[in-house]
């Protein structure tokens, strides 16, 4: 996440990374609109098929039991009253159609939001997120950055993150 401590001094001009990564820059100083000192685009896509890609991470909830109870929970947080109250805060991005785009305070979310109401959306997880802890947001995090960041061969960076994939 060191990457992009150079936009807030003009030192970095473009980097990809997750629409949490706005707050990041927000904390540095960085004002977080689409005519401010950092926003976010979408970079065109390079699959026919695919026009709209979204890649992202997510929660899920499941309930052990159908008690009244235990299905007036799951009603409440499936609903778009949950869901509004819950996008007026940071870094949350909610894929129930009931939430209005005007419901997001935070621009990036409602960019992403948006994309991902697209009707022509195809959504994916981020494969980090599917991939074990240590993995994920471990050893594959650090060997790409020594790929892209240091040098390191692709063929050592896949080598590394093989390696330390958990046993069992």
Same mark, same amino acid.
């Given at each position: 996440q060191d990457a992009g401590?150079?936009?807030?001094?003009?030192?970095?001009?473009?980097?990809?990374?997750?629409? &949490? =990564? /706005?707050?990041?820059?927000? @904390?540095?100083?960085? $004002?977080?609109? #689409? @005519?401010?000192?950092? &926003?976010?685009? =979408?970079?065109?896509?390079?699959?026919?098929?695919? $026009?709209?890609?979204?890649? /992202? /991470?997510? #929660?899920? $909830?499941?309930?052990f039991a159908s008690r009244p109870e235990?299905?007036?929970?799951?009603? =409440?947080?499936?609903?778009? $009253?949950?869901?509004?109250?819950?996008?007026? =805060?940071?870094?949350?991005v909610s894929a129930n159609s009931g939430v209005p785009l005007a419901a997001y305070k935070n621009p990036i979310d409602r960019l992403a939001a948006q994309y991902l109401a697209d009707p022509k959306s195809t959504f994916g997880f981020d494969a980090s997120d599917l991939m074990p802890a240590a993995v994920g947001a471990g050893s594959e995090w650090k060997e790409f950055t020594a790929w892209f960041g240091e040098g390191k061969s692709i063929a050592e960076v896949v080598k590394a993150i093989d390696a330390s994939w958990p046993k069992s």
């Open positions: 401590k150079g936009i807030p001094t003009g030192k970095c001009m473009m980097l990809q990374q997750a629409s &949490f =990564y /706005g707050n990041i820059l927000a @904390d540095a100083g960085a $004002t977080i609109k #689409e @005519d401010g000192d950092a &926003f976010a685009f =979408y970079l065109p896509a390079t699959n026919s098929k695919v $026009t709209v890609p979204v890649v /992202g /991470g997510g #929660e899920f $909830t499941a309930a235990v299905v007036a929970v799951q009603t =409440y947080l499936s609903s778009a $009253t949950f869901a509004t109250s819950r996008v007026q =805060y940071d870094n949350w």
